[in-house]
Nanobody, 116 residues
Framework: QVQLVESGGGLVQAGGSLRLSCAASGSIFSINAMGWYRQAPGKQRELVALITSNGYYTNYADSVKGRFTISRDNAKNTVLLQMNSLKPEDTAVYYC?????????WGQGTQVTVSS
């Protein structure tokens, strides 16, 4: 099992920036990819960004391309999500996840609120 601890959420004005961090521990050798989902009130959870364990492949939701950047610090077993040019529609709870061969582990979620 993998334990995930998120940090970095908060309240920011539109146009501002935040950086989310997700620290992994436990069976990290079994992780194939990590990333972030988000869920806004009344909406389905959606994939925001992912990065493979070797860092060679990344993918982003169309709504965040050019504004968000996902990266990893393997020395710290951490995945980062740099969010720039934030919009009110980015307001959601952001969940870090770790994809393994047969299962997915989730963080507890961190709130991001963007005021207009």
């Amino acid at each position: 099992q993998v334990q995930l601890v998120e940090s970095g959420g908060g309240l920011v004005q539109a146009g501002g920036s935040l950086r989310l961090s997700c620290a992994a521990s436990g069976s990290i050798f079994s992780i194939n990819a990590m990333g972030w989902y988000r869920q806004a009130p009344g909406k389905q959870r959606e994939l925001v960004a992912l990065i493979t364990s070797n860092g060679y492949y990344t993918n982003y939701a169309d709504s965040v391309k050019g504004r968000f950047t996902i990266s990893r610090d393997n020395a710290k077993n951490t995945v980062l999500l740099q969010m720039n040019s934030l919009k009110p529609e980015d307001t959601a709870v952001y969940y870090c996840y770790a994809q393994r061969v047969r299962s997915t582990d989730w963080g507890q979620g961190t709130q991001v609120t963007v005021s207009s």
